[in-house]
C-alpha cells in the first residue's frame, strides 16, 4: 500500500521562510514530487527527487531522505501568492500517490 | 499552445444515469491519468494508461470506466454504480523518456465538478 503523511496546515508571514514535510510508506519507490494547487484550479508541478539530498528551483527547494523515508518542501521569501495547497507525492514507477495535502497561508 | 483539456468544467449527473468526461491533450505523452479529489482527501488515483488500448485500475476504480482508443484522449464515465460521485475529477499525462518512470512530472487539466442532480 501507499500512504503519505503531511501536515494539514501551516501559517507563515510574508517574507518569511517555510518547510513542509512529509513521510511516506510506500512499495516501490522511485522518488518525491511536490506539486502547487491554488483553490479551484489544477495542481501544477513543482519539484522531484529521485536521489538523496537538496533540489533548489528559485525561491523553492525539496529535500528528500530515503534511508527515513522523508522529504521536505522548503518555500522562501515568502510572497502572498505561496498561499496554496502543496502536496507531496510518490511516484511508484507508473503513477503517483498523492498525500492529503498542506493548506498554507501566508499573511501580511 | 500545447497541454490539456477537460471538459466540461461542471458536470451535473441525475439518478441512474451515466456520464462520461473528456480529456484530450496535444503534448504527445503517452501515458494519462484520473484522479478524483474530495475536501480535505488529495488525490485519488481511479485509472491510468500508459499506452495506447491499455489502461489499469487504479485505487479507486469501481464505479467508473476508461477507454484509450486514440493516444490524445482518455475519456472517464461516471457509471451508476458510482454511489457518490460529486467530487472534482483532474485528467493529468505524462512523457515517457528512455531513462526515466512516467510518473515523475505530471500535467493537470484543469479538472471537471461532477455533482448530483
Known amino acids: 500500500g501507499q500512504s503519505l503523511e503531511q501536515p494539514s496546515e501551516v501559517t507563515a508571514v510574508e517574507g518569511a521562510i517555510v518547510q513542509i514535510n512529509c513521510t511516506y510508506q510506500t512499495s516501490g519507490f522511485y522518488g518525491l514530487s511536490w506539486y502547487q494547487q491554488h483553490d479551484g484550479g489544477a495542481p501544477t508541478f513543482l519539484s522531484y527527487n529521485a536521489l538523496d539530498g537538496l533540489e533548489e528551483t528559485g525561491r523553492f527547494s525539496s529535500f528528500l531522505s530515503r534511508s527515513d523515508s522523508y522529504g521536505y518542501l522548503l518555500l522562501q521569501e515568502l510572497q502572498m501568492k505561496d498561499s496554496a495547497s502543496y502536496f507531496c507525492a510518490s511516484n511508484s514507477g507508473y503513477a503517483l500517490n498523492f498525500g492529503k495535502g498542506t493548506s498554507l497561508l501566508v499573511t501580511p | 499552445d500545447g497541454g490539456i483539456t477537460q471538459s466540461p468544467k461542471y458536470l451535473f449527473r441525475k439518478e441512474g444515469q451515466n456520464v462520461t468526461l473528456s480529456c484530450e491533450q496535444n503534448?504527445?505523452?503517452?501515458?494519462m491519468y484520473w484522479y478524483r479529489q474530495d475536501p480535505g482527501q488529495g488525490l485519488r488515483l481511479i485509472y491510468y494508461?500508459?499506452?495506447?488500448?491499455?489502461?489499469q485500475k487504479g485505487d479507486i476504480a469501481e464505479g467508473y470506466s476508461v477507454s484509450r482508443e486514440k493516444k490524445e484522449s482518455f475519456p472517464l464515465t461516471v457509471t451508476s454504480a458510482q454511489k457518490n460521485p460529486t467530487a472534482f475529477y483532474l485528467c493529468a499525462s505524462s512523457p515517457r523518456r528512455q531513462g526515466s518512470t512516467p510518473g515523475e512530472k505530471l500535467f493537470f487539466g484543469s479538472g471537471t465538478q461532477l455533482s448530483v442532480l
Open positions: 503534448l504527445n505523452h503517452d501515458a
Open positions: 494508461s500508459q499506452i495506447v488500448n491499455d489502461f
